[in-house]
T-cell receptor
Framework: NAGVMQNPRHLVRRRGQEARLRCSPM?????VYWYRQLPEEGLKFMVY????????ESGMPKERFSAEFPKEGPSILRIQQVVRGDSAAYFC?????????????FGQGTRLTVV | GNSVTQMEGPVTLSEEAFLTINCTYT??????LFWYVQYPGEGLQLLLK???ADDKGSNKGFEATYRKETTSFHLEKGSVQVSDSAVYFC??????????WGAGTKLIIKP
């Protein structure tokens, strides 16, 4: 059973371009979470999705950021018109059940650099 | 709001030394507490967890006890190895799904 797969591992974008980050959860997991880690900081919750539904996007910036988890295929975190401040590591996690005591399994992250 | 505070790093120790990484938290209710580890170039792995007061989580020689009276969840290991070099994150779950994270503590073990 492969773990949570994130791609690309590293992504470089120029200011104003779009960044698409992909996350394939573990087999059998229907709950996906996205976190952002700024340099020298801990992870910050962005969004929680279940298949085809956004459950909680309270940690997502209101503009330029969107996330989806379609019925088929990976979850996508999309950042439009990237700015230097978007440079960070973006981690995806999945779980078979709603979180809390249930362990969330993390991917290796995508390191986004905006130049 | 809820928060997690960790010992600042880097923490540098010699092999076989005793390790303590401090973690304190602020939360309403009764959160679950976690330690995650991030080895160089890898993703985050759950190291151990505790779901209620006085619980002790343990794994790979690491231990942490959920202390409600001091709101702490310090990570300890009796004898560290070079392979333990990594970044360690303390986190709490204050809801059904959202993890609140500390800033991480980088641990460097010298042979």
């Amino acid at each position: 059973n492969a773990g949570v797969m994130q791609n690309p591992r590293h992504l470089v974008r120029r200011r104003g371009q779009e960044a698409r980050l992909r996350c394939s959860p573990m087999k059998g997991h229907s709950h996906v979470y996205w976190y952002r880690q700024l340099p020298e900081e801990g992870l910050k919750f962005m969004v929680y999705l279940q298949k085809e539904n956004i459950i909680d996007e309270s940690g997502m910036p209101k503009e330029r950021f969107s996330a989806e988890f379609p019925k088929e295929g990976p979850s996508i975190l999309r950042i439009q018109q990237v700015v230097r401040g978007d440079s960070a590591a973006y981690f995806c996690a999945s779980s078979p059940l709603r979180g809390g005591d249930t362990e969330a399994f993390f991917g290796q992250g995508t390191r986004l650099t905006v130049v | 709001g809820n928060s997690v505070t960790q010992m600042e790093g880097p923490v540098t120790l010699s092999e076989e030394a005793f390790l303590t990484i401090n973690c304190t938290y602020t939360a309403t209710g009764y959160p679950s507490l976690f330690w995650y580890v991030q080895y160089p170039g890898e993703g985050l792995q759950l190291l151990l967890k505790a779901t209620k007061a006085d619980d002790k989580g343990s794994n790979k020689g690491f231990e942490a006890t959920y202390r409600k009276e001091t709101t702490s969840f310090h990570l300890e290991k009796g004898s560290v190895q070079v392979s333990d070099s990594a970044v360690y994150f303390c986190a709490l779950s204050d809801s059904n799904y959202q993890l609140i994270w500390g800033a991480g503590t980088k641990l460097i073990i010298k042979p």
